[in-house]
């Protein structure tokens, strides 16, 4: 509701949102057309927006694409150790979404693992052997029914299907094959982490490539699957203000949906099939407690064959996207 929204932002700033969602490399002028306001207008706002941290675009990559692991870990510590254990874990470049939950005395974060040997250093060897660390349960994410290029905007957001058409890139066609990256890979790929929007004179400065070679080389890059644009986004600007996560487990011949169904709920911002002691993992985002209880009650309590639920708030974010704690 309008009321849940918090002061700091209005419908264009929620507006201009839903459009970077849409395609985050949109130029002001065209989202200013579709939004009915001048394209100055659009400009000063995403630039008051992203000064104050509240909208970040950036280029995301998607690791499976380059025979990556991705793991959905739960470290217990003593409270007094977990936020310095989340800190230390966020400073590391191949974690994401370090959060504090249930209570204070588990942490959760995506992590990435090049290869199975790298799985191996990191949950045989590493953590388990870190200070205050009590224990550790790792979920290999099999199969992601809802994340990555698929952001929680796309559902909170009140454009209409006009403009959203308007706004929507072509689509691009799959390349199949592996993907190989280079050095100018590399540096293309961490300029757009840190900005989606770059442009291709800077792109092309930074990777040493003409800017006809860089625009070239993200679109192989999004064929193969690799790259994705994304945002980071206040949500309290939607009115969001808790989050928890679940571990369901869900009867194998159900999983697929159950999974399916999770991904089309308006308050599920990432759903994944894993391994580990629950097979089903999502991420809620709700206005308040009194919400949460009312999804659990009805459209989680609809799913088919759920044999085990567990809810875990989540108390404070660490970190989000993977290039940023």
Same mark, same amino acid.
């Given at each position: 509701m309008e009321s849940d929204y918090d002061n700091d932002y209005d419908e264009l700033d929620r507006r201009l949102v839903h459009a970077l969602q849409i395609d985050g490399r949109a130029p002001f002028s065209t989202i200013a057309e579709v939004l009915g306001v001048s394209d100055r207008t659009i400009a000063r706002r995403y630039a008051?927006?992203?000064?104050?941290?509240?909208?970040?675009?950036?280029?995301?990559?998607?690791?499976?694409?380059?025979?990556?692991?991705?793991?959905?870990?739960?470290?217990?510590?003593?409270?007094?150790?977990?936020?310095?254990?989340? %800190?230390?874990?966020?400073?590391?470049?191949?974690?994401?979404?370090?959060?504090?939950?249930?209570?204070?005395? %588990?942490?959760?974060?995506?992590?990435r693992t090049e290869n199975e040997a790298d799985s191996e250093e990191l949950l045989l060897a590493k953590l388990p052997r870190t200070p205050r660390v009590e224990g550790v349960t790792a979920h290999s994410v099999l199969h992601a029914f809802y994340g990555g290029p698929?952001?929680?905007?796309?559902k909170l957001g009140s454009?209409?299907? $006009?403009?959203? $058409?308007?706004?929507?890139?072509?689509?691009?066609?799959?390349r199949p094959g592996p993907v190989r990256l280079d050095d100018g890979d590399r540096k293309l790929l961490a300029l757009?982490?840190?900005?989606?929007?770059?442009?291709? %004179?800077?792109?092309?400065?930074?990777?040493g490539w003409s800017p006809t070679t860089v625009r070239r080389r993200m679109t192989e890059l999004r064929e193969h699957g690799l790259l994705y644009l994304d945002i980071d986004v206040d949500w309290r600007m939607f009115g969001v203000h808790a989050r928890t996560l679940l571990w369901l487990s869900v009867a194998p011949a159900h999983l697929e949906e159950a999974g399916r169904a999770l991904a089309g709920h308006p308050e599920i911002a990432f759903a994944a099939a894993t391994t580990g002691p629950t097979n089903l993992h999502a991420s809620v985002v709700c206005t308040d407690q009194r919400e949460l209880y009312r999804y659990l009650t009805t459209r989680i309590a609809a799913l088919p064959a759920i044999t085990h639920l567990e809810t875990a708030p989540v108390i404070k974010t660490v970190k989000q996207a993977a290039n940023r704690a």
């Open positions: 008051r927006l992203r000064s104050a941290g509240a909208v970040r675009v950036l280029g995301g990559v998607d690791p499976t694409a380059l025979g990556a692991i991705l793991w959905l870990l739960r470290v217990r510590c003593a409270p007094a150790a977990s936020l310095p254990v989340a %800190e230390a874990l966020a400073r590391r470049p191949d974690t994401s979404w370090v959060s504090l939950s249930s209570g204070g005395t %588990e942490i959760t974060c995506a992590v698929d952001n929680l905007v796309g454009l209409d299907a $006009e403009a959203i $058409e308007r706004l929507r890139p072509p689509a691009v066609p799959p757009l982490a840190t900005e989606g929007r770059a442009g291709f %004179e800077q792109l092309a400065t930074t990777t």
